[in-house]
Structure formats: C-alpha cells, structure tokens
C-alpha cells in the first residue's frame, strides 16, 4: 500500500527501527518519532511518514510535538502547486480508558490544537491526519471561522454521511479543533468518503471510525478522491487521498510525461540531476537490477 502513494503516514508502529520494512522501498525517505524502549512493542506507541523517491527531497522535518505522539514536516510548495508550503502534521491520540482518563484526553487534545496554531503560523496550508480515537458521529466543525470556507465550498453546510453514528469525548473535542482552526473533518465530506468504518479488527468483527483526515480550506479544495483501503495486515483501514497537483490529478510524477526517456541531444524538455549521497545505495540496487539499462552501458563501451 506505501508504493501507491508518494507520501504514506503510519501510526501504531510499535517499532522505532524500520529497517526491514525500509529494505523493500529502496529511495524513500522516512521521518519517525522516538519513544521509550519500554513502550516497543506495545500498542498506542509508534508513527512513521515514509515519502517516495520522487517527492524525498521535498518534504523536510519540521518538528516533534512535546506532549503528545505527533510529528510535522513541511511539503514543499511545489508538491501542490500553491504559493506556500504545505505543513503536514501525523497524530495519535490514546484512547480514554482507566489509565488514561477523560482528563488526559482533554489535555492531549489541548496540546494538538496549540501545536495546529504553531503550524498555520508557518503556512496557511494544513493537513493533519491520524488515528485521533475521536468518534464525531455526524457533529458539525462548520463555524464562523468556516465563513470564506462556505463561500467558496457550499457543499460544507451539507451533513456529515455517516456509518459510525456514535460521538465520544475525543471526537467532540476534535470537532472544536476544526471549528476553532478553520480545518474540515473530511470524513463523510468528500467524494469516496461515506463515514465507513477504518476500525474493522483483524477478523473484520469491529466497526468504527477513529481515524480521520483534517485539512485547511486551499487543501480541501484541491482533494479530488478518497478510498478506504483494507490491509490484511492490519486491524486498521487506510485512509487514501488523492489531491489535484499543479494543474493535474495524481502523483508528482504522474505528468503525461511519466513513459518518456530523455536520450541525449534528442530531449527537448529541461532536465536538472541532483546527486543525493544518501541514496546512494538504492541507486545502486536499481541500477544492477535493471537488466535493460545495463545492457544499455555495455552498448555504450
């Protein structure tokens, strides 16, 4: 599922080591939180954002959170096509329980909205996506913040489509988030979003929608799609957006121009190498596995 998109968010890692999963994604990038030694293994502890090669050099550790699980990293502008960077925030926000109470909750949500507030200091552009255990049922973040939001997206006003009616304290909490920050819940906004389930356990026996995909008003304008996808792997859905980039739907790397191969003195188009020494392996593994182009270099001598 990481393959299919140039930037893939995971929480509940368990692991602060990913190099097992690394050595099957030769050119990503991974940014990771770091958390006790004791806390390895055990559920609730654990996010990663890997990036593909053809957006690794544009998207930059921005900071960590200081109270809670949630990393930020700044997308470059270009990745999108608008005139200021994208900050991209991951969360993950426990559960209440006995050991953590609705007090934590509160508190925890507290240091997320204060660390939204840091983040649209940087840029106006937001993303914040994670598995927040916030259960917002159909509840409206719609408020006078939204105003130039309604005016150039009426469909906002609309309800929420819902398959998970229930409402808890967390999802109540992160409905405020939005209302305060001018931000759209997007679940069971958007087009391939209908409030199903990403909860659904690993014997597909659960169901219920904690995770969820904030975006600011130039963000939200720019998603096209959205998909739910079940990972055997897993007792969580994937939560899969598409937005429209530069002018077209897709990828970076998704210009009509994907299929074509620059050959020398017969390209027309600009094309500018950078050299990135740490990738240096992974383009050595590509290049000896690449029968094609190693027959190419034999021609050559």
Request: charged residues 20%; contains cysteine.
């Amino acid at each position: 599922m990481v393959q299919r998109h140039d930037v893939a968010v995971l929480v509940e890692t368990r692991t602060k080591k990913l190099d097992r999963m690394m050595q099957y994604l030769p050119g990503y990038a991974v940014h990771n939180i770091n958390f006790s030694d004791v806390h390895v293994g055990r559920k609730g502890h654990g996010i990663a954002v890997l990036t593909a090669p053809s957006c690794a050099d544009h998207v930059h550790f921005l900071r960590l959170s200081e109270h809670l699980q949630s990393i930020w990293l700044l997308c470059d502008k270009c990745m999108f096509g608008f005139d200021e960077d994208v900050v991209l925030g991951a969360s993950y926000i426990n559960p209440q329980s006995n050991d953590f109470t609705a007090k934590d909750v509160e508190n925890h949500f507290t240091h997320l909205f204060e660390d939204v507030l840091d983040a649209l200091q940087v840029s106006p552009n937001l993303v914040l996506c994670g598995d927040f255990n916030a259960h917002v049922g159909v509840l409206s973040e719609v408020s006078d913040a939204h105003y130039n939001f309604v005016a150039d997206c009426p469909e906002f006003l609309d309800a929420r489509r819902c398959k998970c009616p229930n409402v808890n304290k967390a999802g109540r909490l992160l409905v405020d988030l939005a209302a305060a920050s001018s931000m759209a819940i997007t679940t069971g906004r958007v087009e391939g979003d209908y409030g199903q389930p990403s909860y659904v356990g690993y014997l597909k026996d659960r169901s219920s929608r904690p995770d969820h995909i904030l975006l600011s008003p130039a963000v939200y304008k720019s998603m096209k799609g959205f998909d739910m996808i079940d990972n055997l792997a897993s007792d969580h859905c994937g939560l899969s957006m598409l937005f429209k980039v530069g002018g077209r739907t897709g990828s970076m790397d998704a210009a009509p121009e994907r299929d074509h191969v620059c050959k020398a003195g017969l390209c027309g188009n600009k094309l500018i190498l950078r050299w990135s020494q740490e990738k240096a392996l992974a383009f050595t593994e590509h290049i000896v596995n690449n029968v094609e182009l190693l027959n190419q270099f034999q021609e050559a001598e």
